[in-house]
């Protein structure tokens, strides 16, 4: 079927996926740690034994959330709280050896999947954190309100975690310009309008999840958006420091690692979006922007398009 115009999903050709197929890592042939940078076709029950120990910085999890989700060739089956939380602990024990002591821990989930994980990740870890970030799309629902948030946890190993406030700063449209003694209070007057860089807060209103017409758009049914992924890395690492993504769907947390020049681990089960991760991976090679985030900081939703237009 042809795409309309504007349509940006990234796909696979036939050729590129018997290219990208022959380059694979399989975690069944690994048979000793993988190297730095890859991408893994496997399950984390088996993959995670080819992750050295005490080497993450960044332990970013995205798993299927407790509700009945089909990821190409895997259903995933709502269970019932305490059985969600059992299956979350099984791997993340499995996980946590990896860790260093000044690591991160971000787990998303929706409200429902939140509270079993919450009891799970205090048992091991410090929560210092939940993240909500307003994700408009969601289905309306006649008796009941729509979804339209997720929660991410954040948690570390230990006291000494790593955090970098000024590297995630939003900058904001000033509506009311104060001024003292004729000079802008806490914000910069500009050609192209008033703006103010605000420190981050735990909700996030100015991301949008991946549609058809980003560049970075896959079929993937649960895709994270870069800026998403920029956000965390940016708070909870250093240049050249390891991010670690055990369900990596379409490989957002490795790309965005990339274009930041971190190094990455990720995991996945399925080979058609390993496959995509793997194309999303080379192209990054070319392109670095990550959409909503230029010169260093995070614009507010539309005010970089407004800036974009004037120019
Ligand atoms: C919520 S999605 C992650 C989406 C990803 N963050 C992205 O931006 O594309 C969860 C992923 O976990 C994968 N998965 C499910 N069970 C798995 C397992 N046991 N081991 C590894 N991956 C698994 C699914 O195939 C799915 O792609």
Redesign the pocket.
């Known amino acids: 079927m042809k795409k309309a115009p504007r349509n940006r999903t990234i796909t696979l050709s036939k050729s590129e996926i018997s290219k990208y197929k022959n380059l694979i890592i399989r975690s069944e042939d690994l048979k000793s740690f993988a190297p730095v940078n890859s991408l893994i076709l ?4 088996h ?1 995670h034994k080819f992750i050295p120990d005490n080497s993450v910085d960044l332990l ?1 999890l ?4 407790n509700l009945y989700k089909k ?2 060739n ?1 259903s ?1 089956i709502k269970r019932k709280d305490e059985d969600y939380s059992q299956w979350f602990e099984s ?1 993340l024990t499995l996980l946590l050896p990896k860790l260093k002591e000044t690591s991160t821990v971000y787990v ?1 989930c929706d409200w429902q999947t939140s509270v079993s994980i919450y009891r799970v990740l205090s048992k091991y870890l410090i929560i210092l954190n939940r993240i909500t970030w307003e994700r408009e799309k969601g289905r309306g629902a006649k008796n009941n309100f729509k979804n339209s948030h997720e929660d991410i946890w954040f948690a570390v190993k230990s006291r000494k975690y790593y955090f970098n406030s000024s590297a995630v700063k939003l900058k904001r449209k000033v509506i009311a310009p104060y001024r003292i003694n004729g000079s802008p209070k806490d914000w910069e007057a500009g050609s192209d309008g008033n703006f103010r860089l605000t420190h981050a807060g735990n909700l996030w209103t100015d991301i949008s999840i991946p549609f058809w017409s980003m560049p970075e758009n ?1 079929i ?1 049914p ?3 958006p870069e800026k998403l ?1 920029a956000k965390l890395i940016l708070a909870s690492t250093k240049e050249n420091d390891l991010v670690l ?9 490795a790309v965005t690692a990339k274009k930041l020049n971190r190094r990455f681990y990720a ?4 080979e058609e ?1 390993l496959l995509l ?1 793997m194309k999303r991976l080379e192209m990054a090679e070319i392109d670095k922007n990550i959409q909503g985030f230029e010169d260093g900081v995070f614009w507010e939703r539309n005010t970089l398009s407004f800036r974009k237009k004037k120019n």
């Open positions: 496997g399950d984390v029950y993959s970013f995205d798993p299927p959330y990821f190409h895997v995933f791997w998303c896959t993937h649960t895709q994270k992924l993504d055990p369900f990596a769907g379409s490989g957002t947390s995991i996945e089960i399925s979006y991760a």
